[in-house]
Every structure is written in C-alpha cells, then in structure tokens.
C-alpha cells in the first residue's frame, strides 16, 4: 500500500486529495450530523437526546405552521419560475439581436453582485407604503398605492418580483450562453424560407436552447425553495406569515427557539422536496416536454 501510494499511480489522487478532503469536511461531514441531529432533540445547551422519527412526526402531524410554510415556499418558487425565466429568456433574445450586448449583460448582472440586504432596503425605499418612491409616483398620477410589503394579499408576489429582479442577471447570461452557441444558419435558414420573429423563436431558439432551459429551470427551483434571506430583510416573515417560507421557519425554529433537532428534520424534509421535483423536471425534459417537435 505504502509502495503504491508513492507511484505514478497515485498521482492523480493527490492531486485531488484537497477537493477531497474539502468535500468530507464541509460537505459530507455536517450532512451526516444535520442527518443525525434530526432524530434528536437538541438545544445545544445540553447534549442531544436521540427521539427517532419524533420531529418528522410532529412537522408532518402536529405543526400548526409547517405546511403553511410549505404552501408559501411552492408559491415563491413557481412564481419565480412563471415570471422569471419566461422574462430573462425573452430579454436574453432581444439582446442577442442588439448590439452592445456586453454592455446591457453587465448592466443586469449588477444586482447579483450587490449585498441582499443592501439590494432589500432599496426596495424598501422604493416598495414602502407611505412615502415609497412607487407610491408617490402612484400618488402624482392620481393614483392610489398599495401597501407593497404590509398588505398580506400582495406582499408574497412583492417579493417575488424583487427576487426575479435579482436573479434576471444570472438568468440572462445563461441564456445569452445557450443563445450565442446556436448554429446562426438555423436562422439564416429560417429568414429565408419567410419565417418571422416568433415563428424562428418558438420552432428554433427554443428546442436548440432545451438544455439551457432546463438547467436554469433545476437551478431556479432548487433556490427558490431554499431562499430567506430577502423575507427576513423584506418583511421578516410578514404580513401574518404570509412571506415566512419553510426556510425562514427552519432558521428561526433553530436560532430563535433553540430547535435544532427539528429544524435539521425541517431540512430534510425540504431536501427531500426538492429532490423530488428536480427528478420531476429532469423527466419531463427527457421525454421532450418542451419541444415542440
């Protein structure tokens, strides 16, 4: 063994002994711990207590706000998908038929470079209810404003729009990504035979563009069901928990209340969500949901 660990052999390996070792501790490591903290009850104050399924059984029996959570989470997520990947594709089309296309790529990308919590209160500026730039602009037209972030009815879709805004940047480089490594005689082709700007978009761009599609749809879902950090900024949960996602609820069962056990089975239960719906989304793809031939 020793013998073999110094030959050409082992080379490789040792090279990649560091990503390795990195993986274990960061990844693999606090994985298994939060897989085992979610069978105990643990407040880290005293040594945890092993309770087996206990907090899986009460989150999916016995919560009260569980699952209220959960409905908000798949709202966020679908809405971010419904409105964000339609837009930023579009917008990455528009562009690549423009000039300056690196200009107008810096220029979205901008927000994903910024501090959320910087990007959250200039929404809050722009977004509050009394002297909010978009209601004094609502205000000049004569127009009454909303209560963007405090009326339980709107805050949800709010928060969404301010995400999408965020993510439109990444979004559109993906895209521009896929867009640019398009064949540019499919188009040619297409132009010639009379087709106009839908007809090339929805018969070439996109089925061309379906693994790009997919990618950005896995990873927009996977962080929309995952994120917090712009409700605990925006809204901190509100109005009437009507922003307050299973994350949100998870980081506060954990640093509020002390719940770690539960809140680890709370990110199981999340990981596991999300596992499911990525299988879905890669099966639909496989079987040419999308592609319109």
Known sequence: ???????????PFWFLAPVIAFGIIFFILPLGFALFTSFTRWDSLQPPRW?????YLYLLTSDRRFFPTLFNTLYF??????????????????????????LWRSLYWLPM????????????????????????????????????????????????????WMQLGSNMLLFSAGLNNIDESYYEAARLDGAGTWQVFSTITIPLLRPTVMFVLITNLISGM?????????TEGGPLGRTTVTALYMYEMAFADLRLGRASAV????????????????????QGGVDAH
């Open 77 to 102: 997520a679908a809405g971010t998908l419904a409105i964000g990947v339609p837009l930023s594709l579009g917008i990455a089309f528009a562009f690549t038929q423009s000039r300056f296309q690196s």
């Open 267 to 286: 990110a199981y239960i999340l990981f596991a969500l999300v596992f499911v719906l990525t299988l879905i989304q890669l099966r639909f793809f496989r």
């Open 226 to 234: 995952s994120y917090f950090t712009l409700m605990l900024v925006l």
């Open 1 to 11: 063994m020793i013998k073999w660990l110094g030959s050409s052999k082992a080379t």
């Open 113 to 164: 470079v910024t501090n959320v919590v910087a990007v959250a209160y200039i929404w809050i500026f722009v977004l509050a209810p009394t002297h909010g730039l978009l209601n004094r602009l609502l205000a000049m037209a004569g127009l009454p404003g909303p209560g963007w972030l405090t009326d339980p009815s709107i805050a949800m879709l709010s928060v969404i729009l301010v995400f999408v």
């Open 51 to 55: 309770v087996g399924l206990d907090n």
